[in-house]
């Protein structure tokens, strides 16, 4: 083994003793962001909501059940072909059905809008 040339030893101790070393400031502490407080005014109003446009669903699903297939019936009409009487009692009773539907998605999209603030309260309180 090489014998250690002590000024280079000596010199190195002296560079580590010269280094200011950081103390350990202490963690500044980020101001914690409090989540904002549910709005219990408009608690009600906005359960309504929800209760509303869980009501406008269903009856949506109800006529659009009602109203079957009969997009494919409307088509052949259309082109022109003659339809069987069963068809066209078929017809006649998605045709009356199709004016409730489209009222009744037109109060789901109304529905649809007022429930939105819930999205807030969801976010806030499931996270």
């Given at each position: ?59 949506l699903q109800k006529s ?59 976010d806030t309180v499931l996270?």
């Amino acid at each position: 083994m090489a014998p250690r040339d002590a000024s280079k030893t000596a010199a190195a101790a002296e560079t580590v003793k010269a280094t200011p070393t950081k103390d350990a400031a202490p963690a500044k502490s980020a101001p914690t962001k409090a989540d904002p407080p549910v709005d219990t005014e408009n608690l009600d109003t906005i359960f309504s909501a929800l209760k509303t446009l869980m009501t406008t669903v269903d009856k949506l699903q109800k006529s659009r059940q009602e109203v079957g297939d009969i997009k494919p019936l409307i088509v052949r009409m259309l082109d022109g072909e003659l339809l069987s009487g069963d068809e066209l009692e078929q017809l006649k009773t998605g045709v009356s059905g199709l004016s409730k539907l489209v009222r009744i998605y037109s109060d789901y999209q109304t529905a649809l809008e007022k429930a939105q603030p819930a999205r807030e309260i969801l976010d806030t309180v499931l996270k």
